[in-house]
Every structure is written in structure tokens, then in C-alpha cells.
């Protein structure tokens, strides 16, 4: 997977954004092909969990706080706030090639 630091800066392909949720909310991440997502937690818990196709919980994590979680595999995340929860995103969407 290559990753462009000068992509980054024109803000191709990427997407950031504050990941804020009350206590018990839930946000939906998903991912593509290519793609890949990080998110920091500065404040608050949550728990990220990734469904298989048709079986149980195949990921289920907590991030610490300031600690970046990547994302690399394809695919529906849940993050479920367990306090409130103020943090940031970045999503890379796959490549156009």
C-alpha cells in the first residue's frame, strides 16, 4: 500500500474529520478496497468491532487515548462510544488506478 505524504497535504483521496460521540453512540466506518482509515481517541472510551461475513466479532478493541488505531482490512467498523468520546479521523478511499 503506497502512501503519499505530498496526496496527503492536497487532500487527495483523503478525508478528515472529528470523530465526537455521546456515551452509548455508535459510528459506522467503512472501508474499501485500497482504502484505509485511523482514528485517535483524545478523550473519552470506545471500542471498535469488526463483524465477519456471517459469524461472529472477528476484531473487537479499545483504543487508548492519543494512540492511533489504522485500519487497513476491507470492510464495516463499529465504534461504539463507552464515554464521551472526542477524537479525529482520516480516511484514505481506495486508489483510482
Same mark, same amino acid.
Do not use: N
Given at each position: 500500500?503506497?502512501?503519499? /505524504?505530498?496526496?496527503?497535504? #492536497?487532500?487527495?483521496? $483523503?478525508?478528515?474529520? @472529528?470523530?465526537?460521540? /455521546?456515551?452509548? =453512540?455508535?459510528?459506522? =466506518?467503512?472501508? =474499501?478496497?485500497?482504502?484505509? #482509515?485511523?482514528l ?5 472510551? @470506545? @471500542?471498535?468491532? %469488526?463483524?465477519? @461475513?456471517? #459469524?461472529?466479532? *472477528?476484531?473487537?478493541?479499545?483504543? %487508548?487515548? *492519543? ?7 476491507p ?8 464515554? $464521551? ?6 480516511l ?6
Open positions: 500500500m503506497k502512501f503519499s /505524504m505530498l496526496d496527503l497535504f #492536497a487532500s487527495r483521496r $483523503h478525508q478528515f474529520g @472529528a470523530l465526537v460521540l /455521546m456515551r452509548g =453512540e455508535t459510528f459506522l =466506518e467503512t472501508i =474499501e478496497d485500497g482504502g484505509m #482509515a485511523v485517535v481517541v483524545l478523550r473519552g472510551t @470506545a @471500542a471498535i468491532s %469488526r463483524q465477519r @461475513a456471517g #459469524a461472529q466479532v *472477528g476484531l473487537h478493541l479499545t483504543p %487508548r487515548r *492519543g494512540e492511533p488505531v489504522w485500519l487497513t482490512s470492510g464495516t467498523y463499529c465504534v461504539v462510544a463507552k464515554d $464521551h468520546v472526542v477524537g479525529l479521523r482520516m484514505r478511499t481506495g486508489d483510482d488506478s
